[in-house]
């Protein structure tokens, strides 16, 4: 166990160490896939308010055993070369484990996105693509970034058009970076992908009783207790969802400025809506406030989501946990130090490079999308409805022949006859992609003794591919 806090990178590198310690690999290999391939840094002037702002960025390539390489861009004021490669290795495990052909990527801009107008994020937003695309650090075949802490839509459109304007003949340009809205080239529910992809990683935990039972919880989702720190886009969707859908009671929302608490449960919608409004939580008037947000992350409940920023759960306050299950909906919430002390405490973890998979599941759906330049579903759907309907008919036919002695269930017909369209398809391969990557993580923890959770056996899966397809190039 580490004796101090290691540093992001130092934490990702030895959840990898332990696991890769149970992988047979020639040492040569283990190291390739360890190091990072390149970090690029620029800086670069932008005019604005009358005077020339200097902007620090970077984007980091972990592996290319698979191209394009893949992996958000995050606005922040902390980041820096060290976050952006953990984050960038934490990107080329994930991809392997949910099977997204792509190696691991990441980039960042240090900036406090609040701080600045939107046609002056625009302006930055351009300046910032414009260095990474003409060095190939954002291309459909070679880098295509997505969005990340502090980045949404807005920005994607705007990198996304100033590529296009930069290859004016390249007719692949709208898969040079995903996360786009649907207008630009984007995808039906990626907005939501993280989250939702948080939702479906614990239906399926929750599928599984052994899972379970190792938490001492019972049953389903229902009425079980969330706390969720950071109502961004991945924590929001994912407490919407859960709490609209599955019965979840959200008891906590924990945000920058402080925290809101509901015994009897918070509205997500409503808590959403005033953040939007009011820039935080604090004044909401449905909910008690408590200004030491942090604090909260140690109050008893069934479930925590940190769905916020890496290293909220350390050795700080990882002996004070009060969850029975942590779902790591963000990047490294869970530096290794804590890792060692909720494992020695019987808390189970659905690590990050699974549980917040559903983004690059989806933003692989749109690069598809976007190089074979149709939408899910256009060709089938009507096809498949026609289908749908002969049944329905012969049953019809069938019944009046009988006498009407039987009818359809209220509902079943419209149901039925609805072929799939684009949402649907891309929710139905996510949550395939979920399930499928949570059955090998499974898998990996129950074919050795010593892989005793669920990270060590989600590295352990990705380092087995990665070098699988290593091997398959001779390496
Ligand atoms: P976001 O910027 O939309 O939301 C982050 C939220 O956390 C904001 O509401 C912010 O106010 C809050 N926050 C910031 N500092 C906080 C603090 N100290 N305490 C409490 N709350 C705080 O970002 P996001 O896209 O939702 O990303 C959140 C995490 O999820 C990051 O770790 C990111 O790497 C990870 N992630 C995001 C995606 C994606 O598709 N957006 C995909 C995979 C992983």
Same mark, same amino acid.
């Given at each position: 166990m580490p004796r101090t806090e290691l540093s992001f990178r130092d934490s990702v590198d030895l959840m990898f160490n332990r696991a890769v310690a149970l992988v047979d690999l020639p040492p040569g290999l283990e190291e390739k896939i360890r190091v990072s391939n390149a970090t690029y840094t620029v800086r670069f002037g932008v005019r604005l308010r009358g005077q020339i702002h200097t902007f620090t960025g970077y984007r980091s390539v972990h592996s290319e055993h698979m191209e394009p390489v893949k992996g958000g861009i995050r606005y922040d004021l902390a980041v820096n070369q060290n976050e952006v490669e953990a984050l960038a290795a934490l990107m080329t495990y994930k991809c392997a484990l949910v099977e997204a052909p792509f190696g691991g990527s990441k980039g960042g801009l240090c900036i406090d996105p609040r701080a600045w107008e939107e046609h002056e994020l625009e302006q930055i937003t351009r300046r910032f693509a414009y260095e990474l695309i003409k060095r190939d650090l954002i291309h459909p075949a070679q880098n295509v970034p997505a969005p990340d802490m502090g980045t949404g839509e807005r920005e994607m459109a705007w990198i996304a058009d100033q590529y296009k304007r930069m290859n004016t003949t390249d007719i692949n340009g709208n898969a040079c970076v995903t996360g786009k809205p649907i207008g630009g080239g984007g995808i039906q529910g990626r907005t939501e992908a993280t989250g939702r992809g948080v939702q479906y990683a614990l239906q399926e935990f929750f599928?599984?009783?052994?899972?379970?039972?190792?938490?001492?919880?019972?049953?389903?989702?229902?009425?079980?207790?969330?706390?969720?720190?950071? @109502? #961004?886009?991945?924590?929001?969707?994912?407490?919407?969802? @859960?709490?609209?859908?599955? #019965?979840?009671?959200?008891?906590?929302?924990?945000?920058?400025?402080?925290? @809101? =608490?509901?015994?009897?449960?918070?509205?997500?919608?409503?808590?959403?809506?005033?953040? &939007?409004?009011? /820039?935080? =939580?604090?004044?909401?008037?449905?909910?008690?406030?408590?200004?030491?947000?942090?604090? @909260?992350? $140690?109050?008893?409940?069934?479930?925590?989501?940190?769905?916020?920023?890496? /290293?909220? !759960?350390?050795?700080?306050?990882?002996?004070? !946990?009060?969850?029975?299950? !942590?779902? $790591?909906?963000?990047?490294?919430?869970?530096?290794?130090?804590?890792?060692?002390?909720?494992?020695?405490?019987?808390?189970?973890?659905?690590?990050?490079?699974? &549980?917040? &998979?559903?983004?690059?599941?989806?933003?692989?759906?749109?690069? =598809?999308?976007?190089?074979?330049?149709?939408?899910?579903?256009?060709?089938?759907?009507?096809?498949?409805?026609?289908?749908?309907? %002969?049944?329905?008919?012969?049953?019809?036919? %069938?019944?009046?022949?009988?006498?009407?002695?039987?009818?359809?269930?209220?509902?079943?017909?419209?149901?039925?006859?609805? #072929?799939?369209?684009?949402?649907?398809?891309?929710?139905?391969?996510?949550?395939?992609?979920?399930?499928?990557?949570?059955?090998?993580?499974?898998?990996?923890?129950?074919?050795?003794?010593?892989?005793?959770?669920?990270?060590?056996?989600?590295?352990? =899966?990705?380092?087995?591919?990665?070098?699988?397809?290593?091997?398959?190039? #001779?390496?």
């Open positions: 599928r599984e009783p052994r899972d379970v039972a190792r938490t001492g919880m019972e049953g389903d989702l229902d009425r079980k207790r969330v706390i969720v720190q950071g @109502l #961004g886009n991945v924590g929001y969707h994912a407490a919407k969802f @859960l709490s609209e859908e599955d #019965g979840c009671i959200i008891t906590t929302i924990i945000e920058r400025d402080g925290a @809101l =608490v509901s015994h009897d449960g918070l509205d997500v919608e409503d808590v959403h809506h005033w953040i &939007a409004q009011h /820039g935080g =939580v604090t004044g909401y008037p449905n909910a008690r406030y408590f200004e030491d947000g942090n604090a @909260l992350l $140690e109050q008893e409940c069934d479930i925590l989501i940190p769905a916020a920023l890496e /290293g909220v !759960i350390n050795m700080s306050n990882a002996d004070n !946990i009060n969850a029975k299950l !942590i779902i $790591e909906a963000a990047n490294g919430p869970v530096t290794a130090g804590a890792d060692e002390i909720l494992r020695r405490r019987g808390i189970e973890i659905i690590p990050d490079l699974y &549980a917040n &998979a559903g983004g690059v599941t989806v933003s692989y759906f749109e690069w =598809v999308k976007n190089l074979s330049h149709i939408r899910f579903g256009r060709m089938q759907r009507r096809q498949e409805e026609a289908r749908h309907e %002969l049944i329905i008919r012969e049953l019809e036919r %069938l019944d009046s022949y009988l006498g009407n002695a039987w009818s359809m269930s209220p509902g079943f017909k419209s149901k039925y006859l609805k #072929g799939a369209g684009e949402l649907e398809l891309v929710r139905s391969g996510l949550d395939d992609t979920m399930r499928a990557a949570f059955d090998s993580m499974r898998a990996a923890r129950d074919a050795k003794a010593e892989v005793t959770d669920f990270r060590t056996a989600a590295y352990i =899966v990705a380092i087995d591919r990665v070098a699988a397809s290593y091997r398959a190039k #001779g390496l």
